[in-house]
């Protein structure tokens, strides 16, 4: 492609021209939220390499949303720091964060009804689409490229995500399953550098938990993004993560590779609570 035909899309911000080169995608430092009188993060540290798939896994309530959502700039955190490919993104205004290359999908699906789910997914470019007045006046030059380069991106997630025979049906009038998918690809048409994940395989049966599972793999594999992903289904996240953080009430009670980390006795009491965890160490000596 010539540099006269060449859309213009935008790749991901690089955060800094000062950022130190690192290998860490993100690291926390030492993270405090509390809503009230409620600690819900009490100095929570990690850090995420580049090209893992990181699992952030815990009870109910033990803070794994509210640390997502310091990490995008949702919620200021109270002390600490958040580096992103080595730049402090601490406090940075969540469309700024996306800016950088950060993507998420949300334990609640966040799709639009009555819109088809090709326009759903084309809705994750709007991060790239910053109109400007000298395009607009070039329209027809600049404008309609950009637009057919944006839905180049599209189809080629839409082809990825093996959407193609429900590219026009309403979103609502599919499966749970397959609205997943499709907020998965609104992610992915963003073109993150690192993707956060919050339950992406809730309320799916194990057939379409794998096939979930593999597209996460894939995308890790052939999109060069990092994944940072918070799951309740161990069997997933002992399959698919590098690497897991375990959070209780607000605080890191184990880390390391998933398997290891999700049998510590003190997982398995915050999971099962003390009795079933007894019984459960009687039942593997
Ligand atoms: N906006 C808020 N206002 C008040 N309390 C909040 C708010 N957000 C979270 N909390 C509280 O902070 C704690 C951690 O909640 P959070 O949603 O981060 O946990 P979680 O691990 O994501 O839980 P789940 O697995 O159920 O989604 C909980 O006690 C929750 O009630």
Redesign the pocket.
């Known amino acids: 492609m010539t540099p006269a035909s060449a859309p213009h899309v935008r790749p991901a911000a690089p955060l800094s021209r000062h950022a130190p080169a690192t290998d860490i995608a993100l690291s926390c430092h030492g993270i405090e939220r509390s809503?009230?009188g409620?600690r819900?993060?009490k100095g929570v540290d990690l850090e995420v390499r580049q090209g893992q798939i990181f699992g952030l896994v815990?009870?109910?309530?033990?803070?794994?949303?509210?640390?997502?959502?310091v990490m995008t700039g949702f919620?200021p955190p109270n002390a600490g720091r958040v580096e992103l490919f080595g730049a402090d993104i601490t406090r940075m205004a969540p469309h700024k964060v996306a800016r950088c290359g950060v993507a998420r999908t949300f334990?609640n699906l966040a799709l639009f009804k009555g819109m088809s789910v090709l326009d759903n997914v084309l809705l994750g470019r709007h991060v790239h689409m910053r109109p400007s007045a000298l395009a607009s006046l070039f329209y027809w030059v600049w404008a309609e490229r950009e637009e057919l380069a944006h839905r180049r991106v599209v189809e080629e997630i839409i082809d990825f995500m093996q959407l193609q025979d429900i590219r026009d049906e309403p979103v609502e009038a599919i499966p749970m399953g397959l609205q997943k998918r499709v907020e998965l690809a609104r992610a992915l048409v963003a073109q993150p550098r690192f993707l956060i994940l919050?339950?992406p395989m809730a309320g799916m049966n194990q057939e379409e938990k794998e096939y979930i599972a593999r597209f996460i793999l894939d995308a890790r594999d052939e999109r060069d993004v990092t994944i940072f992903i918070?799951e309740?289904h161990m069997d997933v996240v002992t399959a698919i993560c590098d690497e897991v953080v375990v959070?209780c009430y607000?605080e890191v009670i184990a880390r390391g590779d998933p398997a290891t980390a999700i049998a510590q006795p003190q997982v398995v009491k915050a999971y099962l609570g003390e009795r079933a965890a007894a019984r459960h160490a009687g039942t593997a000596s």
Do not use: R
């Open positions: 809503f009230g409620l819900a993060l815990g009870p109910n309530g033990s803070g794994k949303t509210t640390m997502v959502n919620y334990q919050d339950e918070i309740h959070l607000g």
